[in-house]
Structures are given as structure tokens and as C-alpha cells.
């Protein structure tokens, strides 16, 4: 295997992890405000995707992959809001352990490392683009 074939794979072994990041963290975001069903009942538990490397032989490198979703185990917010459905006998609704700041900087350091990603790869391409046109010459 030659070494772009090999930068191409370890880029899109980062491209897929990142984009798996970026799905968990949208879903956090989507659920942000979410409340249980019946009173008292607890609301969507913010994810935390869990990474790991794993050695690929082909390419003889350790590549990213997202190995698990795991629940976040920090406690719910609780905000006082005596009329609404899923309020408990003291009027406290919980609401998701979800931080908006938290997830918006989770979301751009994915989108980050996606870029650099993307940025490999676009690279790889050109650097193959021009090798064949040295040898159409």
C-alpha cells in the first residue's frame, strides 16, 4: 500500500469519528429542553461519545474511531415551574444536564478537527493530481 492510500485512510478514519462527535453533540443540542413525560420523571441525559485507537494493519497506524456512546452522569438542572406537566410535588421540572456553551465548544473543536480532516485529504488529492500530470508529460 502506498503512503497516500495510507494518509487517505487515517484521515477518513478521523473524518468518520469527528462526524460521529458532531451527531452526539447535535442530538445534546436538540434535547436541550426536554422535559420527562409524567411529573417527576427524569428528561434526556446529555451522551458523551468515548474514542479509542485501534491499531489497523493494513496501513501499520493507530486510527480514531468513536467505541461508545456513554450518558453523562452530572446531575439535571432543576428550574421551579409549579404549572407545567412534568413539574414533581414541589413544582421543580427537570430539565436536561445540557450546557449550550458546552456543547457550542464541544462543536467547534469537531468541526476543527474535521477540517483538518478534510484538509489531509484535499492535500493527498492534490499532491496525486499533480504526480499524474508530471507522468502525462
Known amino acids: 500500500m502506498d503512503k497516500a492510500s495510507e494518509t487517505l485512510q487515517i484521515a477518513a478514519a478521523g473524518l468518520r469519528a469527528q462526524?460521529?462527535?458532531?451527531?452526539?453533540?447535535?442530538?445534546?443540542?436538540?434535547?436541550?429542553?426536554?422535559?420527562?413525560?409524567?411529573?417527576?420523571a427524569d428528561?434526556?441525559?446529555?451522551?458523551?461519545?468515548?474514542?479509542?485507537?485501534?491499531l489497523n494493519r493494513e496501513v501499520n497506524a493507530r486510527m480514531v474511531r468513536m467505541s461508545d456512546v456513554q450518558p453523562d452522569q452530572s446531575e439535571f438542572r432543576l428550574i421551579y415551574e409549579p404549572g407545567h406537566p412534568a413539574a414533581n410535588e414541589e413544582g421543580y421540572v427537570k430539565y436536561p444536564n445540557v450546557s449550550s456553551l458546552i456543547e457550542l465548544m464541544d462543536m467547534r473543536d469537531a468541526q476543527r478537527s474535521y477540517e483538518a480532516n478534510l484538509t489531509m485529504v484535499e492535500g493527498t488529492r492534490r499532491m496525486l493530481e499533480r504526480t499524474l500530470d508530471l507522468l502525462r508529460r
Open 19 to 40: 462526524s460521529a462527535r458532531m451527531r452526539i453533540i447535535a442530538e445534546n443540542v436538540a434535547n436541550a429542553e426536554s422535559t420527562g413525560q409524567t411529573p417527576g
Open 43 to 54: 428528561p434526556y441525559q446529555r451522551q458523551i461519545p468515548v474514542f479509542e485507537s485501534e
